[in-house]
């Protein structure tokens, strides 16, 4: 991964048309994101802006996808750019109320069987 991503996502998505992510289950370490979206096509910074629909189609679509978590449930998120700052935490409700991660969830790790 270029070297603005730190640890692995679940899935790193960079920009394209048409991209999906969906019917996933992954199981995160305490320091991964759980996915890396993007709308730029330069490689050299990210930025999801809800308010430029143009870009938007850029930025692969995620739903339905099941996160395992070994922290707190309200950490689930990544950091990108938006419209107003360039390191903006991205969280579950903020996807889900602009359309991203429908029927998605998010449980503890701990929940897991051996």
């Known amino acids: 991964y ?4 730190s640890g692995d996502p679940c899935a790193q ?5 048409k991209n999906r992510f969906q019917g996933n289950t992954c ?7 759980p996915i890396g979206l993007d709308s730029t096509r330069q490689g050299f ?11 938007l189609e850029f ?5 339905n996808n099941t996160y ?14 938006n419209g107003t700052s360039s390191q903006h ?3 579950m ?12 969830s998010i449980r503890e790790s701990k929940t897991l069987s051996d």
């Open 27 to 33: 199981i995160l370490g305490p320091d991964n994101e």
């Open 68 to 81: 395992y978590l070994n922290r707190e449930m309200d950490q689930w998120g990544f950091y990108c750019g």
């Open 89 to 91: 935490f991205f969280t």
């Open 13 to 17: 998505l960079w920009a394209g048309k």
């Open 45 to 55: 910074e990210c930025v999801i802006d809800w308010a430029n629909v143009s870009a």
């Open 93 to 104: 409700d903020e996807m889900k109320s602009n359309g991203w991660e429908q029927n998605s």
């Open 59 to 63: 930025v692969a679509r995620s739903a």
């Open 2 to 5: 270029p070297g603005r991503w």
